[in-house]
């Protein structure tokens, strides 16, 4: 909602946090680099993924034959939600 319209309806406006503002366009086009250590480990878990295009999401996801990650360095959880959704794929 837009300030203006919140303080004439007198209501708070909604704000999002920063995470969820970014467009998906923003998001389809944000590509990570993974090292080449993590590369090697997810190779040998699944070779069926391409490495080569691994995207920038919120969430650890399997996209097609694609990969998102959140960021190239993933801290413990995410690691866990990863090695959870490689065993099961």
């Known amino acids: 909602m837009h300030p203006l ?9 909604l704000v999002l946090k920063h995470t969820h503002v970014a ?11 993974l090292s080449q ?13 391409d490495l ?3 995207q920038q999401g919120y969430d650890v996801a399997i996209n097609g034959q ?3 990650l959140p960021s190239g360095q993933l ?5 866990r939600q990863l090695w959870k959704l490689l065993s099961e794929s």
């Open 37 to 49: 250590q993590m590369v090697i480990d997810i190779g040998l878990v699944n070779t069926q993924l």
């Open 75 to 79: 801290n413990s959880e995410q690691k």
């Open 66 to 68: 694609g990969l998102i």
């Open 23 to 33: 467009s998906t366009s923003d998001q389809a086009n944000a590509y990570i680099e």
């Open 5 to 13: 319209h919140a303080d004439i309806l007198d209501v708070s406006p």
């Open 52 to 54: 080569n295009v691994v």
